[in-house]
């Protein structure tokens, strides 16, 4: 999705008022690739929190490469934003998403450092649920970035929102994974509020 909108960008001169809205497009991008690798990087890190010993070799691994790229996402969206008219007060808003997201990530780290049996087991619980909140805590910057794109260029918010749908697809059916996830690695009965966050996601990922 991100590359779409990268892509969009490269041609958006032919759109109208060209400078201020590819400037806009590729901060729009910037956050997409970004939350693109929260996601990517979730999956090894709840993995690890299930696993009876701490941090798996081959999660370490996976994260050596995964872990990176999101913290290069922290920095790449700010600089991005900076480069706004707007900028200022737009990283305003991400400051507080910014460190949403660096809490969780450092907190699941020390969970999934420790034995199973020492794991905060309502943490390990909740972390699937409060990752797809971190990572929404990006959508209304989104929305905003969208929205002033295709009021600069309609042609390019078109293609937004059809980058936005593929997004919010990926988005729902890994959120689905990641709750089986949960509910296989405890092996236990799924519980009813469990069994309705995944009926809405299947219903999210219908409607898309």
Not at 57 to 71: G, M, N
Not at 93 to 103: F, G, W
């Amino acid at each position: 999705m991100a590359m779409g909108l990268y892509l969009v960008a490269a041609q958006v001169t032919r759109l109208g008022n060209a400078s201020d809205a590819k400037v806009k497009l590729e901060a729009l991008a910037t956050i997409a690739r970004a939350m693109e690798a929260f996601t990517l990087e979730r999956g090894p890190l709840n993995v690890a929190m299930q696993s009876e010993l701490p941090t798996p070799d081959a999660v370490t691994t996976e994260l050596a490469t995964l872990s990176p790229r999101a913290d290069a996402g922290l920095k790449d969206i700010e600089t991005r934003l900076s480069g706004l008219d707007n900028g200022q007060e737009l990283n305003e808003v991400y400051a507080q998403v910014k460190q949403n997201i660096i809490t969780l990530r450092n907190q699941a780290r020390a969970q999934m450092a420790k034995p199973k049996a020492e794991r905060d087991a309502a943490f390990v619980k909740d972390y699937a649920a409060n990752a797809a909140k971190m990572i929404g805590g990006l959508t209304p910057l989104l929305d905003r970035l969208e929205t002033e794109t295709a009021t600069l260029s309609p042609n390019a918010g078109d293609y937004i929102s059809t980058a936005r749908l593929a997004m919010d697809l990926r988005s729902a059916a890994g959120n689905k994974g990641l709750a089986i996830t949960n509910v296989v690695g405890n092996s236990a009965t799924a519980a009813p509020v469990t069994l309705e966050r995944l009926a809405d996601l299947s219903a999210r990922i219908e409607e898309l």
